[in-house]
């Protein structure tokens, strides 16, 4: 799609005025590390070199979990936008807190932007790689009379910070020299004091009636072992400190991030200010713009409430496929094009807003209905007999591979005496308007023969056991004699004998109403309890060939794929994506 063709947004539009303006050609180079776009930053303080993109964004997230839904949203936009305006998106991974950081969430997230579509050639940083550089800056504040080291407790500084309608003190310490803050920070590096004891923070003004003004802290201590730099540091920079600092010495053009951290805007142009002022980072600055996270109905997406979910059994895994964690959707055989076209669909605005999870579905079913083959699969299944077909015979009928694409041909479908057909295709005494099977009725075995039902088989319980059927042998689909047979019902079925019996996950959306935990309800009170059923299925033989993460439309059912993790060779395990039709549609 061309640029020209892209639903346009605000972001956009300040995007496309900047580049009229030529705002990022020109820049004044501070002589320290400018964009790490090619290469890492030196331990020597080597500046990596520049590539020409005049538009750089970044996706930044932390690797402490599993991506989610909405963070599919931010990476399409900022990858999204890197590619139309033929520039640079990176993945940095903001690694500042050492407690919570693994490798697994690096390698998942890792996978998760590659599964969605994109890339980032070569442009991938952690925050880490610019500690040393976060470090020396801080003293450069320390020096310059911006930051200093305060000693009171967490819970001092807290009352001392004041509230949305009361202006903070200062504190005690902050009218340190900063020939005694400079030496108390560097003690603090060289470990020299516990957890808790003293914190940078950065001097700006405790009246502001924005608290994040309020001399935030920027460096905590930590005596942590941390997932890259090991026992490197004992000091670690925080998020709001680290991250303007990442997008300046990469030369990030548009830092857009959520709603959330509008209040952060103020102290992130004051930082960058500050540093620009002493010399730190190149100009002109990295704007940070903010739009509304995404919300959708019957999900949550609170990393609180996703761990919960995993921790206490309520789903399987972190890539369980009810839960809308990327791996999750990947499993359940979501395909990253539908993802594409969701988040082009759902817009990016300023205004929080609830999106219907059925517009995301709606956008997997129109992907899969055009790239999924269809396949034949008896879900609950009922033996029928066909008494005058003959004992040891078997024979080929055709079935189209898809109905709207006959370049991609048909395939055999093996018939037999006994076949298996879907339990509520026959009714002994059948309600008005029921066309399938019931005794003196005659239906259409979808691709095969003509039959008349002519009876039932059933055990001790009075359950139905077997379906008793004649068929008429001049009826096959496909040939002159199926046009003098005129029936209203038409059923599937697979042979009996050559069926592949599977298991196949039946899944659905993981809470029962649109706002889990709304009012203050317990979230974990309105999970969906049919969510997930487990089912042996028969299949048509062809789809026991299946490779792990194969989709098909299993006709009349909706859309499965084999599961990535379970599925083995010649044995493959069915989870279902999406239904045919939105079955929590109001009035269905």
Known sequence: ???????????????????????????????????????????????????????RTRFPPEPNGYLHFGHAKSICLNFGLALDYHGACHLRFDDTNPEKEEQEYVDSIIDAVHWLGFDWQGNQYFASDYFQWMYDFAEKLIEAGHAYVDSQSADEMRTSRGTLTEAGKNSPYRDRTPAENLALFRAMRAGEFADGTHILRAKVDMSSGNINLRDPAIYRIRHATHHATGDTWCIYPMYTYAHPIEDALENITHSICTL???????????????????????????????????????????????????????????????????????????????????????????????????????????HLNQTTPRRIAVLDPVKLVIDNYPAGQEEECLAPNHPQKPEWGKRPVPFSRELWIEREDFMEAPTKGYFRLFPGNTVRLRYGFVVKCIGCDKDAAGAITAVHCEYMPDSKSGTPGSDNYKVKGNIHWVSAKHAYAAEVRLYDRLFAVEAPGEDGRDFIADLNPNSKRVITAQLESALQGAAAEDRFQFERHGYFVADRIESKSGAPVFNRTVTLRDSWAKGK
Request: some cysteine; hydrophobic content about 40%.
């Open 1 to 55: 799609m061309a640029d020209t063709e892209k639903p346009s947004n605000f972001i956009r539009h300040i995007i496309a005025a900047d580049l009229a303006a030529d705002v990022y050609v020109t820049r004044h180079w501070s002589g320290k590390p400018g964009p790490a776009a090619q290469q890492k930053v030196g331990a020597d303080g080597t500046a990596p070199r520049l590539d020409t993109a005049k538009i």
């Open 260 to 366: 959330e951290f509008e209040d952060q805007r103020p102290f992130y142009d004051w930082l960058l200010a500050r540093l620009a002022e002493l010399d730190c980072v190149n100009t002109p600055l990295p704007q940070q713009i903010e739009f509304a996270r995404l919300n959708l109905s019957y999900v949550v997406l609170s990393k609180r409430k996703l761990i919960q979910l995993v921790e206490e059994g309520h789903v399987d895994s972190w890539d369980d496929p009810r839960l809308p964690t990327l791996v999750g959707a990947r499993r359940r055989g979501y395909t990253p094009e539908a993802f594409r076209r969701f988040n082009e669909m759902i817009g990016v605005t300023k205004s929080d807003s609830w999106i219907d999870i059925s517009v995301l579905e709606e956008c997997q079913r129109e």
